[in-house]
């Protein structure tokens, strides 16, 4: 059975710091994996997605593939009150149970 | 007006009862989608469908059923409702010619009394 781990959290992080966010699966012949962020309440809206291994950069958020350590994670620079919410790792339609992420003003 | 529509949204029912779950979508998309949430569970895949004549099980699916009427529509049964299917329901979409990013609904909240 296909898996996707992560730190349940919750992660509390200073306004303006970076928020590292970790997931790990265990499908080896993954090639898709996603980033959705949710708000308590509202459904799911993806951030980013990444294909090759290497880091993909979309504004303040770094996603970083490792397939080798079948790893994937999620950068925030200069967290900000607003990113507080669950981040879900997906890889295809397999999702981990989130992490939650608190800025802290 | 919403891509990905989800009725009801909230939703309260008896054990042993049968209820419809619907989802409709405008994005075009060719695959949909069911999973529910639990708390401290994440996301868990229950069906899903490629296209019209392809449906899936996914990792939960006993319990449940569904229909996919027409692309644009998928709907999920629990044929006699029981108290630990009680969660949030979402569908989602996803198409399969530009990636496997999945647009979701806003949700159905299911209480099974």
């Known amino acids: 059975q296909k898996e996707v781990e992560q730190n349940s959290g919750p992660l509390s992080v200073p306004e303006g710091a970076i928020a590292s966010l970790n997931c790990t699966y265990s499908d080896r012949g993954s090639q898709s994996f996603f980033w959705y962020r949710q708000y308590s309440g509202k459904s799911p809206e993806l951030i980013m997605f990444?294909?090759?291994?290497g880091d993909k950069e979309d504004g303040r958020f770094t996603a970083q593939l490792n397939k080798a350590s079948q790893y994937v994670s999620l950068l925030i620079r200069d967290s900000q009150p607003s990113d507080s919410a669950t981040y879900l790792c997906a890889v295809k339609e397999t999702f981990g149970t989130g992490t939650k992420l608190q800025v802290i003003p | 007006d919403a891509d990905v529509t989800q009725t009801p949204r909230n939703r309260i029912t008896k054990t042993g009862k049968r209820i419809m779950l619907e989802c409709s979508q405008t994005k075009g998309h060719d695959r949909m989608y069911w999973y529910r949430q639990d708390p401290g569970l994440g996301l868990r895949l229950i069906y899903y469908?490629?296209?019209?004549?392809?449906?899936n099980k996914g990792e939960i699916s006993d319990g449940y059923s569904v229909s996919r009427q027409a692309q644009a529509k998928f709907s999920l049964s629990l044929e006699s409702a029981i108290p630990n299917q009680t969660a949030l329901y979402f569908c989602?979409?996803?198409?399969?010619?530009?990636?496997?990013?999945?647009?979701f609904g806003p949700g159905t909240r299911l209480l099974v009394l």
């Open positions: 990444i294909y090759s291994n």
């Open positions: 469908s490629f296209d019209v004549k392809d449906i």
């Open positions: 989602a979409t996803s198409d399969a010619r530009v990636g496997e990013t999945q647009y």
